[in-house]
C-alpha cells in the first residue's frame, strides 16, 4: 500500500516538472540535494506563497536555503532557539550568499538594518554578481511590544527591497 502512494506522489510530480535537469543543484549550493529536498525546491521557486510542513530533521532548512537566489534580499525570521542552525547550514552548505545576523536591542537592530540596506543598494547599482543577503532575525525580536515605538519604522526598513520573507516556526 505504502509503494503504491509512492508511485502516485511520482507520477504527479513527473506530470507537474519538465524533465530531471531541472532538479540540478543551484550553484550556490554546495551539497547534493535528496529528491524530497528538490521537489520542495521547485515548489518553494515556482510559488508566491508556499508552506514546508515536513517533520523535523528531514531538511526543511535547506530546501528553503535552496531556493534563496543569491542576489535576492530575504529575511529569514526564526525562533532564537534555531538561530544557530540557520546561521550554521547557510555557512556549510552555501557559497556566495551574504549572511547577516541582525541581533540586540531595537535601536542596534533598526541600525544593522539600514547598513545592510544601504550595502545591498550600493552593490545592486555597481551591479555586482550575487548582490543579494539573507537576514536572520528572532521571530520574538519582531513583537510590537519589544519594538514599542519603533515597530513601524523597523517594518518599512525590512520591506525596502524585499524579494523573500522566510518564518520558520
Not at 1 to 19: C, D, N, Q, T
Not at 55 to 66: A, D, F, N, Q, Y
Not at 129 to 158: C, P, S
Request: glycine content about 6%.
Amino acid at each position: 500500500e505504502g509503494h503504491l502512494f509512492i508511485r502516485f506522489l511520482l507520477s504527479a510530480v513527473e506530470k507537474h516538472f519538465a524533465p530531471r535537469e531541472q532538479f540540478s543543484r543551484p550553484d550556490h549550493l554546495s551539497v547534493e540535494l535528496f529528491p524530497h529536498q528538490q521537489i520542495a525546491r521547485r515548489y518553494l521557486e515556482q510559488n508566491e506563497r508556499f508552506a514546508l510542513l515536513d517533520g523535523t530533521r528531514v531538511g526543511k532548512t535547506l530546501c528553503v536555503i535552496s531556493a534563496i537566489p543569491p542576489d535576492w534580499k530575504a529575511v529569514v525570521m526564526v525562533p532564537a532557539g534555531v538561530l544557530e542552525v540557520w546561521q550554521e547550514q547557510l555557512g556549510d552548505f552555501t557559497r556566495g550568499l551574504r549572511i547577516e545576523v541582525v541581533r540586540g536591542p531595537p535601536a542596534e537592530r533598526l541600525r544593522q538594518l539600514k547598513r545592510i540596506n544601504q550595502e545591498l543598494a550600493s552593490r545592486r547599482l555597481k551591479g555586482e554578481e550575487n548582490a543579494g543577503v539573507v537576514i536572520l532575525m528572532t521571530i520574538g525580536g519582531l513583537r510590537e511590544e519589544t519594538l514599542k515605538d519603533q515597530a513601524e519604522e523597523m517594518y518599512q526598513v525590512i520591506n525596502q527591497d524585499l524579494d523573500l520573507a522566510v518564518v520558520d516556526e
